[in-house]
Structure formats: structure tokens, C-alpha cells
């Protein structure tokens, strides 16, 4: 069976970090994308098989911005006293939020108009990592008018799809938490 353009280049970029042509390509690119600004506004995205997956279309209304972060370790600064080294906090401290997620958050925030369709990984070095974020605009009369995009129009009022999905996640741990104090009420009523 024949083989398609994006099954090609979803196979270079799962294996391409085995190659030295990788590693040449992308330290250039590396290189590039530090001197830009954190948010920049794309014309192409670089894995156009990632972003057709997302919804991605070559049209108006439809833009793809890379977004670059911070990497490393979120260590605390180290208390001077008064606790035994495991009790010191310092180590092993995440963030509650994924990189990725942060990217469409920083994006969706500097493009308010804009709601966003989905993001994939680009790159990273020892300092930083790239995603690139796709963001359509639900009021632009091109999306207005192709059929994908329905369930997008009408919406422009709406918080945005990360704010929705956060506040679901507060929502369920509500109900979660109510149900755990109306299941331990009964059991020490039945005792």
C-alpha cells in the first residue's frame, strides 16, 4: 500500500534525532528561534503533518504562532535552618501545569480574539522549549463559512477552550469531594 507526504514526515521526526542532518537542521533553527521574541506569529508551521491533525487549513482566520519556554529544574530556594535535609522542600517540586499547556495558555492570551485548536512540540535545547500553538478566529467570515469549523461559530463569547477545561477539572473535584463527605457522613452514621 502506497504511503502518503505526512506519513513520510511523521517517520522523520520520530527518528530524525538519531540522524547527524537533524542535529545540524535543528541547531541552526535552534539558533534562530532564541534571538526572536517568546511568541512569534508564524507564516508555515514547521511539522505540517502535526498541524493538519489539529485542524490546521492554509486559509484566513486560521494562524500558527511558536511560543518558547522556560526548561529546568523549579528548585525552591534553600531554607537556612531549622529542618533535617528531607523537610528542606527544595527538590522534586513540579509544576501543576504541563509546558505545552502553558504554551497555548501564553498564546491564547496574547491573541485574545483568537480561540485555540491544538499545539505540538518543535523543539528544545538546554534552556528553552518551542511549541507551536494553531489559533483560529471563530468571527472571521472564512471559518464562518466552512462546514469544520461549525461547532467554533457562535462561540466567540465563550472563555476560551483551556479556561472551559480548567474550570470542568475545579468542577469534577467539587463533586468528587462532596461525594467523599456524603460517603464518610453515612459511615459514621451507620456506626
Same mark, same amino acid.
Given at each position: ?30 539558533? +534562530? ?12 508551521? &514547521? ?46 517540586? &513540579? ?28 523543539? +528544545? ?33 465563550? +472563555?476560551?477552550?483551556? @479556561? ?6 475545579? @468542577? ?20
Amino acid at each position: 500500500m502506497a504511503k502518503g507526504l505526512y506519513h513520510y514526515l511523521a517517520e522523520a521526526w520520530a527518528g530524525a534525532k538519531d540522524s547527524w542532518v537533524w542535529d545540524v537542521v535543528m541547531k541552526q533553527r535552534l539558533i +534562530e528561534w532564541r534571538r526572536e521574541p517568546s511568541i512569534v506569529r508564524i507564516e508555515k508551521p &514547521t511539522r505540517i503533518n502535526k498541524a493538519r491533525q489539529y485542524g490546521y487549513k492554509a486559509k484566513q482566520g486560521i494562524i500558527v504562532v511558536r511560543v518558547r519556554l522556560r526548561r529546568g529544574p523549579f528548585n525552591r530556594r534553600r531554607p537556612n535552618s531549622g529542618r533535617r535535609p528531607k523537610r528542606m522542600g527544595v527538590y522534586g517540586i &513540579t509544576t501543576d501545569k504541563g509546558l505545552q499547556l502553558i504554551a497555548e495558555e501564553r498564546a491564547a492570551r496574547k491573541y485574545p480574539n483568537m480561540e485555540v485548536l491544538g499545539s505540538y512540540w518543535v523543539g +528544545e535545547d538546554g534552556a528553552y522549549a518551542w511549541y507551536e500553538v494553531i489559533l483560529v478566529d471563530p468571527s472571521h467570515p472564512a471559518i464562518r463559512k466552512d462546514p469544520s469549523f461549525t461547532w467554533l461559530v457562535g462561540k466567540e463569547d465563550d +472563555e476560551g477552550r483551556r @479556561r472551559r477545561r480548567l474550570r470542568e477539572r475545579q @468542577r469534577k473535584l467539587i463533586e468528587r469531594l462532596r461525594r467523599k463527605g456524603a460517603d464518610q457522613s453515612q459511615s459514621t452514621q451507620s456506626r
